[in-house]
């Protein structure tokens, strides 16, 4: 096998540390800010759901002019530069982006 597999270098014991499960990187009903790759681009939105089969996150957000219908958008999570869960604000003051938590 050229290039070897993930346990070619560790002697076949897959020594390096597991990569975190995208449910626990990106939690179901979690606001999010993604930064994506080419581009930088900043996409927003609510995690509906996440394979890790395909390693796809699936961001929902809703449109500003109606109620019935959601903007969907799957994204592979190699294309992640860098995310931050924004926290909601329960104090009353203001919306969804209260709060946030960095994570690389």
Partial sequence: ???GGPA???GGKGGGAK???LDAAY???AYMELTLSPGGE???G???CTDEVSKS???RKSLAHTTLASEVRVINASCVLSRKRIEADTSGGGGKEGAVAEAA
């Fill in 57 to 59: 996150i699936v961001l």
């Fill in 8 to 10: 070619s270098s560790s």
């Fill in 46 to 48: 609510v995690v509906y």
């Fill in 42 to 44: 900043v996409v927003r």
């Fill in 27 to 29: 939690p179901v009903n």
């Fill in 19 to 21: 990569p975190e499960s």
């Fill in 1 to 3: 096998m050229i290039g």
